[in-house]
T-cell receptor, first 116, second 110 residues
Framework: NAGVTQTPKFQVLKTGQSMTLQCAQDMNHEYMSWYRQDPGMGLRLIHYSVGAGITDQGEVPNGYNVSRSTTEDFPLRLLSAAPSQTSVYFC???????????????FGPGTRLTVT | GQQLNQSPQSMFIQEGEDVSMNCTSSSIFNTWLWYKQDPGEGPVLLIALYKAGELTSNGRLTAQFGITRKDSFLNISASIPSDVGIYFCAGLFRGQNFVFGPGTRLSVLP
């Protein structure tokens, strides 16, 4: 049981390049989400998904796209990278939010992205 | 949007001391969570609180859900070097999404 895995661990992009951050979980969790972490700002929600085929925007969605074709995978796409997207990106999954006492959210190890 | 404030922003304590930190919001939350993040890792859930006034312990950690539902507190007793890290509070928003505070950075001096 690997939990939540993310690849790559580190990435450097030039402005305007595109790329996909990969996230996978093997816990059959319905809810998955992407956060970005910037110094002094905690984690901010980018996009989330409550199940395969369903995605929605979080607090800071601009410049990012997501899709959820399977329960296991939730990739995050940067369409045209900008220096403001330099950050640490975390993927997380939860069994089924909305039900009492099932809010344990498992985080991946993060992807450290630098855009020059 | 929703915002959480955490205090203190950072703290330096001696090994063996007790630690207190808090999290406040202008909005009401129905669930509060406390996470710890080690350097280079993702956050790990420490304690979850589901009812106003609830007091929950996990080893040397104790957290409380404030009566007003706008705040929460985390205490660590008899700190040890491995307690070093960033502690985040998070509130459940709209029943399914989480709002995170900016974190309290804890350093433990031997």
């Amino acid at each position: 049981n690997a939990g939540v895995t993310q690849t790559p661990k580190f990435q450097v992009l030039k402005t305007g390049q595109s790329m996909t951050l990969q996230c996978a979980q093997d816990m059959n969790h319905e809810y998955m989400s992407w956060y970005r972490q910037d110094p002094g700002m905690g984690l901010r929600l980018i996009h989330y998904s409550v199940g395969a085929g369903i995605t929605d925007q979080g607090e800071v969605p601009n410049g990012y796209n997501v899709s959820r074709s399977t329960t296991e995978d939730f990739p995050l796409r940067l369409l045209s990278a900008a220096p403001s997207q330099t950050s640490v990106y975390f993927c997380a999954s939860t069994k089924s939010p909305g039900l009492a006492e099932i809010y344990e959210q498992y985080f991946g190890p993060g992807t450290r992205l630098t855009v020059t | 949007g929703q915002q959480l404030n955490q205090s203190p922003q950072s703290m330096f304590i001696q090994e063996g001391e007790d630690v207190s930190m808090n999290c406040t919001s202008s909005s009401i939350f129905n669930t509060w969570l406390w996470y710890k993040q080690d350097p280079g890792e993702g956050p790990v859930l420490l304690i979850a609180l589901y009812k106003a006034g609830e007091l929950t312990s996990n080893g040397r950690l104790t957290a409380q859900f404030g009566i007003t539902r706008k705040d929460s507190f985390l205490n660590i007793s008899a700190s040890i070097p491995s307690d070093v890290g960033i502690y985040f509070c998070a509130g459940l928003f709209r029943g399914q999404n989480f709002v995170f505070g900016p974190g309290t950075r804890l350093s433990v001096l031997p």
